[in-house]
């Protein structure tokens, strides 16, 4: 099941007020497609999503729809950017498992 990714708002999204929803993923995906957000390819999302914003100074704000997996990360931490590191990590992982699977194959 999908974890998050990337999101894309139109300009006239009202972000903080789908981010002030919660961590909770409760916004549908319709709902969330009529406020102007979609992934970065333009799809709606996968499910019912949260949200997520990242701030980094110096740095645009990113976005990304947080689903139900997403959540379950943050039950252990509550912070965002742990549950997107932990993310990130797994798939670096799994993404390098793959390189290697791939390497093997060809010798």
């Known amino acids: 099941a999908p974890v998050a990714e990337r999101a894309r ?6 972000a903080a007020s789908l981010v002030t929803a919660g961590i909770e993923p409760t916004l549908a995906p319709a709902m969330l497609a009529d406020n102007g957000v979609t992934t970065v390819d333009g799809r709606a999302a996968a499910a019912a999503a949260t ?3 990242l701030e980094t100074p110096g740095a645009d704000t ?6 139900r997996n997403f959540y ?14 932990v993310f990130e990590l797994a798939e670096a992982l799994r993404l ?10 060809r010798r």
């Open 72 to 85: 379950v990360i943050t039950r252990y931490n509550r912070s965002s950017f742990y549950a997107m590191s």
């Open 96 to 105: 390098g498992r793959l390189v290697e699977e791939i390497r093997a194959e």
């Open 51 to 53: 949200l997520v914003d």
């Open 62 to 67: 990113e976005y990304w729809l947080g689903y």
């Open 9 to 14: 708002l139109s300009p006239a999204t009202d």
